[in-house]
């Protein structure tokens, strides 16, 4: 019978159970997303929407795997970093199935988890990983014990950028697909077009992003009249142009040759093709995880626990709190 370590996804919108085997095969998440009606997204709100599906979900894993309690050697839960109550809700129930089934805590740094899901996912083996999600835009790579994030946004994630200029036009979260099909419907249409044409601001400050004045900019461009779709495109090239020449600073400096796509923006054509054509272009490889794994998902959460059960990492009682600022180098990196 094999064993598994279960996962709990619970920083933001998403709320989710995945499974890896001992050995790092993955299962299919089990998952459900918030949608707020209006606005951003109320972390209460949020919480709530995750407490109440907590049993139906862990449920549906354990029957779609048909898992029996004896089977779970352990359970990884993301400790941060994320919202306060959406964590706390993760943290408990994880806390209160540990205990049930009588088997190790394991609280997870949800950064670090997007890079082992991608390195078991793509064999990629000591990559730069450009991180781009909602509330998260880093460029990651492991230095001795610890993966050091060499740049990142210094104001809002790139998907929350995404997300913000979508709302304002009327469609609903997520934003970041139907700003991906508005591009590339308005792109097939006009393949000659000139970013020039829709000009936009690119910020890039050394290793550094940010994203509110690239989003104040597109929203100038609606009401002076531009298109749609036009607008959807040229934010989509500046901001993925930023954050590929980003990681590739990233790569000469480490002198790494894979760059991996994690998050949920990195299921966006446009972000791969542009990593291929530059990764192409220096002798690098650029690779990403299937999109259910790009996107927050618990099976991620499992199979970083699963790396740090390996290396008797488990998380006492007493540490067990969430940390909502909890950065990518804290987590000390003891496996291969
Ligand atoms: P994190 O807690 O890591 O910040 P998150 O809560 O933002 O994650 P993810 O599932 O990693 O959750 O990412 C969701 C984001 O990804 C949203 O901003 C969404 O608009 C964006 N996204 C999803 N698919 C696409 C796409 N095809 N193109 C662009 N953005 C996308
Ligand atoms: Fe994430």
Same mark, same amino acid.
């Given at each position: 019978?094999?064993?598994?370590?279960?996962?709990?996804?619970?920083?933001?919108?998403?709320?989710?159970?995945?499974?890896?085997?001992?050995?790092?095969?993955?299962?299919?998440?089990?998952?459900?997303?918030?949608?707020?009606?209006?606005?951003?997204?109320?972390?209460?709100?949020a919480?709530?929407?995750?407490?109440?599906?907590?049993?139906?979900?862990?449920?549906?894993?354990m029957?779609?795997e048909?898992?029996?309690?004896?089977?779970?050697?352990?359970?990884a839960?993301?400790?941060?970093?994320?919202?306060?109550?959406?964590?706390?809700?993760?943290?408990?129930?994880?806390?209160?199935?540990?205990?049930?089934?009588?088997?190790p805590?394991?609280?997870?740094?949800?950064?670090?988890?997007?890079?082992?899901?991608?390195?078991?996912?793509?064999?990629?083996?000591?990559?730069?990983?450009?991180?781009?999600? @909602?509330?998260?835009?880093?460029?990651?790579?492991?230095?001795?014990?610890?993966?050091?994030?060499?740049?990142?946004?210094?104001?809002i994630?790139?998907?929350n950028?995404?997300?913000?200029f979508?709302?304002?036009?009327?469609?609903?979260?997520?934003?970041?697909?139907?700003?991906?099909?508005?591009?590339?419907?308005?792109?097939?249409?006009?393949?000659?077009?000139?970013?020039?044409e829709?000009?936009?601001?690119?910020?890039?400050?050394?290793?550094?992003?940010?994203?509110?004045?690239?989003?104040?900019?597109a929203?100038?461009?609606?009401?002076?009249?531009?298109?749609?779709?036009?607008?959807?495109?040229?934010l989509?090239?500046?901001?993925?142009?930023?954050?590929?020449?980003?990681?590739?600073?990233?790569?000469?400096?480490?002198?790494?040759?894979?760059?991996?796509?994690?998050?949920?923006?990195?299921?966006?054509?446009?972000?791969?093709?542009?990593?291929?054509?530059?990764?192409?272009?220096?002798?690098?490889?650029?690779?990403?995880?299937?999109?259910?794994?790009?996107?927050?998902? @618990?099976?991620?959460?499992?199979?970083?626990?699963?790396?740090?059960?390996?290396?008797?990492?488990?998380?006492?009682?007493?540490?067990?709190?969430?940390?909502?600022?909890?950065?990518?180098?804290?987590?000390?990196v003891?496996?291969d």
């Amino acid at each position: 019978m094999n064993k598994v370590i279960i996962g709990v996804e619970s920083t933001a919108h998403t709320f989710s159970f995945g499974l890896v085997t001992l050995c790092g095969i993955p299962r299919k998440s089990h998952s459900a997303l918030y949608r707020p009606e209006e606005g951003g997204i109320h972390p209460r709100e949020a919480a709530d929407h995750h407490s109440e599906l907590s049993s139906q979900l862990i449920d549906k894993l354990m029957k779609t795997e048909k898992i029996d309690r004896s089977q779970i050697e352990a359970i990884a839960y993301s400790q941060g970093p994320g919202l306060g109550p959406c964590l706390r809700i993760g943290a408990n129930v994880s806390r209160a199935l540990a205990e049930h089934w009588q088997v190790p805590l394991i609280g997870v740094n949800h950064c670090v988890a997007h890079i082992e899901i991608g390195r078991n996912q793509t064999g990629c083996k000591d990559p730069v990983l450009l991180y781009v999600s @909602g509330g998260n835009t880093q460029v990651i790579a492991r230095a001795g014990d610890r993966y050091q994030v060499l740049g990142e946004t210094l104001d809002i994630g790139i998907g929350n950028m995404l997300d913000k200029f979508a709302r304002t036009q009327g469609l609903a979260f997520p934003g970041g697909p139907k700003i991906e099909k508005l591009a590339k419907e308005w792109h097939e249409l006009n393949p000659a077009a000139d970013v020039e044409e829709i000009p936009l601001p690119y910020s890039v400050q050394g290793m550094d992003l940010n994203f509110s004045g690239l989003l104040n900019a597109a929203l100038q461009r609606i009401n002076e009249g531009h298109e749609l779709g036009a607008v959807c495109w040229s934010l989509q090239e500046h901001a993925f142009s930023a954050c590929i020449e980003v990681a590739e600073r990233a790569l000469a400096h480490t002198g790494k040759r894979e760059l991996l796509l994690g998050g949920g923006v990195a299921c966006n054509e446009r972000i791969r093709e542009m990593t291929q054509v530059m990764c192409g272009q220096r002798g690098s490889i650029g690779v990403w995880p299937e999109k259910q794994y790009c996107i927050d998902n @618990g099976t991620m959460i499992a199979e970083l626990g699963r790396r740090m059960l390996e290396s008797n990492s488990i998380t006492k009682y007493n540490d067990s709190l969430v940390n909502p600022s909890l950065r990518t180098d804290h987590t000390l990196v003891e496996w291969d």
